[in-house]
């Protein structure tokens, strides 16, 4: 039988696996061949390369946390510093992608959280593709 540690690292991998997935195929797949050869099948750079970032896609590096509840389990909160860090990473940077922070709570729907400065400008072409 699995401890419930190992539960939660198995439903932690699947979410991060799910989420790529859905970057994918939202996003599309990163242009850069350096990236592409990072990748898994699935979307997923954080098994290899160490860094807090779990999956890649045209404009964003994403990073995954699960959690069973937002009450229940803190495990799912980035700290102020982890944000500055994975912000200053020269991968974002150097490959000039947005951030997307992807938060995955059990039967709930995925949440993505992005910069506001990134929001703005979402909202701008929103309005500017519907002609108001």
């Known amino acids: 039988m699995k401890s419930k540690k190992s539960k939660i690292k198995t439903n932690a991998k ?13 996003d599309g797949k990163p242009k850069e061949q350096s990236l592409l050869s990072l ?3 699935t979307g997923r750079i954080g098994h290899l390369t160490g860094i ?3 999956c890649v896609s045209k404009n964003y590096f994403g990073e ?4 069973l509840s937002l009450a229940e389990n803190p495990g799912h909160r980035i700290t102020q510093e982890e944000l500055l ?3 200053k990473n020269p ?3 150097e490959f000039k992608k947005n951030w997307l922070y992807i938060l995955k709570i059990v039967r709930c729907e995925e949440m993505h959280g992005i910069s506001m400065k990134r929001h703005a400008e979402l909202l701008e072409y929103e309005r500017k593709m519907k002609g108001e």
């Open 52 to 54: 807090q970032l779990d």
């Open 64 to 67: 995954t946390k699960s959690s």
């Open 85 to 87: 860090k994975l912000q």
């Open 14 to 26: 699947r979410a991060e696996r799910e989420a790529a997935r859905n970057l994918l195929k939202i």
């Open 39 to 41: 990748m898994s099948s």
């Open 91 to 93: 991968m974002l940077k």
